[in-house]
């Protein structure tokens, strides 16, 4: 039950941002191209990064690749954090790539957003994990129970 919580948490954020992303692609596209770090790669990020996140929200919606999309989405979260830490550390021009509401919060929020929910996806998929681990071992100790 906690998995599915979570998941739908995830897939709530990544439909909408990928979203923001297309609709307003080249405002995204262009606030890419002001960061010095992205912006030989803009056009390529400006494309994978919404389409990385819709693939996320299709493993999180279906249970068997839920685990897996849990992870995936911890990944993302991560190398957006290290992004985010880097522009603040690196750079003089801070553009935000953002859609919406989550545009509206300061870096530090920003990065406080992304590590709880780094955190919800990590905690969803170890109790995924330790759910999965629990099953195979009523299924193996079942096997091994003779039948009379």
């Not at 596209?29 to 996320?56: C, M, Q, Y």
């Not at 780094?118 to 109790?127: E, F, K």
Request: with cysteine; charged share 10%.
């Amino acid at each position: 039950m906690k998995s599915e919580i979570i998941a739908a948490l995830l897939i709530l954020l990544f439909a909408y941002t990928a979203f923001q992303k297309f609709i307003g692609h080249g405002t995204f596209l262009n606030t890419l191209h002001n960061s010095a770090l992205l912006r030989p790669v803009a056009i390529f990020v400006s494309w994978s990064v919404p389409i990385t996140e819709l693939a996320i929200v299709c493993l999180l919606l279906f249970p068997l690749l839920r685990k897996i999309g849990l992870l995936c989405s911890a990944v993302l979260l991560t190398v957006f954090t290290i992004y985010i830490v880097c522009m603040l550390l690196f750079s003089s021009s801070l553009p935000c790539t953002c859609g919406g509401i989550i545009s509206s919060l300061s870096w530090k929020q920003h990065i406080l957003f992304n590590i709880i929910f780094i955190g919800l996806a990590l905690y969803g998929w170890y109790s995924m994990r330790e759910t999965s681990d629990t099953n195979n071992n009523i299924a193996i100790r079942r096997s091994q129970t003779p039948v009379t």
